[in-house]
C-alpha cells in the first residue's frame, strides 16, 4: 500500500479588478421544490420552450429521456458536419429559426454553429449526478430584451442581458452579475451541474463567476442542453464539451489551494471552505485527497495498490488522472520512476528488477 501523492496546482487568477458578486444573500432560504425529477413529457416541455423570450439562453435541462441521446461523455465541434442546417446532424434538433453549420466565424476547427431567432436541443444520457458543460460563444450585438425562464425542468439556466451582462439562474430568482459578456469575441463558459447538493457553478474564460447557485428546480440527472437565440443577430456556438467525469487538465480554483471549486463546493458547502492540510477521515489531508480523486465523505477510501500475481498489481483508477510508477529494491535509497500510466494495472517485465529476491513498488498521482 502506497499513500504518496503528487503536489499539483494550477493557478488561475481573476481579472484584475475583478470583485466578487454578493450572490450567497440571493440564495433562498427555504427550500421551495420537490425532491422529486420533474418528469413532463417531451412536447410539454417544448411548449414551455417556446413561450420564453429567449435571446441568449444556455440552459442545461431536464426533460424525459430520448432514446436517441448521446451518453457522456459528449463533444462537438461542427468541424465535421456538413454545411447547412445542423437539424439531424449527429443528434441536434432545431426547435425553431434557424440554426446552420457555417465556415465564416468558428472558435477552433473550420466550422461552428449560427443562431438566428432560433433554438437548438440535443438529448443527452447520464446518471451521473456531476455534469460539466463547456463551450464557447460568439455574440455580435446587445440583445433588445431579455428572456424569462418558464420551463419547470430547467436544472441551469443563464442569459446575456440587454447591457451585455450575465445573469444567473439560482432557484428560480435571476441574479444580474458584474460581468459582461464582449461582442464579436469568443468567450469560453464552464458549468458544473451537480445533482447531488442541487448546485451549479459559473466560470467565464477559466475564472469563477457564480457559485453556490441552486438548480432552477429539483431534479436528479441531465436529459438535454438547450441553445437559443431570439434575436436575429448572430451567435455563434462551438467547442461544446460535456463530461459526467472531471475534465483533464482543467480545473478552476478560486482560492489557488490546489483543489478545484467543485469540489469544494461539492463536500464542503463552498468554493473555498476546504483546507488543503487539513487531515480527514482516512487519513490523507484534503489535497491529497483530492488529488487522488477520492472522496473525503468515505474514511475508507484511499489510493490503495493490490498484487495480483508476480510482479503484476493494480489500483482503483479515478477518473481525469494517471499514475506514475516507482521502484526500489529497498527502502534506503529512494525509488526509481519506471512509467507512467493511464490504465489501472501494471506488470513489471524488467528483468533487471523482476531478478531481485525482493523489490518495492509505490504509484503517485500524476496530473
Ligand atoms: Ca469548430
Ligand atoms: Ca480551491
Known sequence: MDRLINRYKVHLMPPPGYQRPPLTCLVPTSKLYSNSPIKFPILAAFYYLYRMKVICLLAVMTLSLSASASQLPFSETFDTLSSGPVATQNGWTNLSGSATVQSSVSASGSQALLIQTGMVTHAISSSSTSVWTSFQVFITAAPDTAPVVTN??????????????????????????????????????????????????????????????????????????????????????????????EPAGTIVDSDNDGMA???????????????????????????????AGLNPENANDVLLLTKTSGHKFNWTRRPARQYDIYWTSNLTSGFTYIQTASTNEFEDTDAGRTGKSSGFYQIRVHR
Open 152 to 245: 419547470a425542468n430547467t436544472s441551469v439556466a443563464f442569459f446575456v442581458n440587454t447591457n451585455l451582462h450575465l445573469v444567473v439562474y439560482s432557484n428560480q430568482t435571476p441574479v444580474q452579475l458584474d460581468i459582461a459578456v464582449q461582442t464579436n469575441m469568443w468567450t469560453r463558459f464552464d458549468v458544473f451541474c451537480d445533482y447531488s447538493n442541487m448546485k451549479w457553478i459559473l466560470s467565464v474564460n477559466g475564472t469563477n463567476v457564480a457559485d453556490n447557485l441552486g438548480l432552477y428546480s429539483a431534479g436528479s440527472r441531465i436529459d438535454s442542453l438547450l441553445i437559443a437565440n431570439e434575436s436575429p443577430d448572430s451567435v455563434y456556438f462551438d467547442e461544446l464539451a460535456m463530461l459526467d467525469t
Open 261 to 291: 471549486d467543485w469540489w469544494e463546493q461539492r463536500y464542503f458547502g463552498g468554493v473555498t471552505n476546504a483546507a488543503p492540510n487539513q487531515t480527514g477521515t482516512n487519513g490523507l489531508t484534503y489535497l491529497q485527497t483530492y488529488l
